[in-house]
């Protein structure tokens, strides 16, 4: 299975209502953590955006959360952003309208029962939606953040190496650059993250939250 590690510029246009990029003056990226959070994955992801005193977005899977609700706090308690990543999992393409809807509804009233802030960032798992759960979750007060630039850690059938490649090869300022805190994507985001990190300051990138 072969993705698209650089977001075309077609698709961007044809689908002008999500959020792909944040162009911007300063030389800015943003990074984003999908799937967590995970004990042990997360908190060491955590520890490594720290070094760096670096802020990220985590849209985190609402039983994920409710499974692991302190580690979810240790992301908000470390100053980064949070967004929706239903509650479930859940593939839109797949899913009846309403019952995506209530399932994002689910993870959102697990995320504000534990943060004071407000959650009003959604990202579809997989990146599939379809345009009718989209106008609804935008009906909600919602932005569907999607992405720049994907490492591909979640693929096992590439190498760390390839992964980091995949991220300093494509990144540019205004990405959103998409890494997964999760079990499956360990191997590539051990070696993956760190290296990019110090890739970006070297190049004069900074990193910011999504809002």
Known sequence: MSFWTKTNYLVKK?????????????????LTFD????????EWTLEQLKKHNVKATFF????????????????????????NHTFNHLNGWKTPKEDYIENAKL?????????SAVCNLFRPPYGKIKLSQSKRLKKLGFKIIMWD??????????????CLQNVIENVQSGSILVFHDSKKAFANLEYTLPKTLEFLKEKGFNCDVIT
Do not use: M
């Not at 985190?60 to 967004?83: A, L, R, S, T, W």
């Open 14 to 30: 044809i689908f002008r209502n999500y959020v792909w990029d944040i162009p911007n003056s300063e030389n800015k990226v943003y």
């Open 35 to 42: 799937d967590g959070p995970t004990p042990e994955i997360t």
């Open 60 to 83: 985190c899977i609402g039983e994920n959360i409710e499974k692991h609700p302190d580690i979810f706090k240790k992301v908000i308690e470390n100053g980064h952003v949070i967004g």
């Open 107 to 115: 993870c959102q009233s697990k995320i504000c029962s534990l943060q």
């Open 149 to 162: 630039v994907l490492s591909e850690d979640f693929n096992a059938k590439i190498t760390p190496e390839k």
